[in-house]
């Protein structure tokens, strides 16, 4: 079953017209449908993960793809405040809401390995704030 079934999902408007804003949405989407095929798609195998509350780091999309079971809760929705593309760099921005009525907040810093639309991610560094 698809984690994001009934899951109501609000993005900003006129996300559309940069196409690596939707990648970056896509990608944050598929990391909450833990859909492995489009993380593997988007994302080099080399690619390193900072956790910057947790100051951990998992290298490689094998270790990143690993830990996509680890959340189990229910989600309910996730609001997507913002997403900002400039060159190979790309931040997005928003909350996820779980069933238990905890909330997490969270801002994506992504480097890409070119600033062309076939790049692919080569560092996350994760601001997460669970409430």
């Known amino acids: 079953m698809d984690p994001l079934t009934n899951v109501t999902m609000t993005i900003p408007k006129g996300c559309d017209n940069a196409p690596r804003k939707k990648i970056v ?3 944050i989407v598929a990391f909450l449908a833990k859909d492995e095929d489009t993380i593997r798609t988007n994302v080099s195998e080399s690619a390193v993960w900072i956790n910057i509350a947790t100051s951990e780091e998992l290298r490689g999309v ?3 793809v690993s830990r996509l079971d680890e959340n189990d809760q229910q989600l309910t929705d996730v609001q997507v405040s913002f997403v900002i593309t400039h060159g190979k760099f790309a931040s997005i921005d928003g909350i996820v809401h779980y069933q238990d009525d905890s909330a997490l907040y969270f801002c994506e810093v992504l480097t890409f390995s070119s600033a062309s639309n076939k790049g692919v991610v080569k560092e996350m ?3 997460h ?3």
């Open 125 to 127: 560094k994760s601001y």
């Open 25 to 27: 949405i896509d990608l």
């Open 129 to 131: 704030v669970l409430k």
């Open 62 to 64: 094998d270790q990143i």
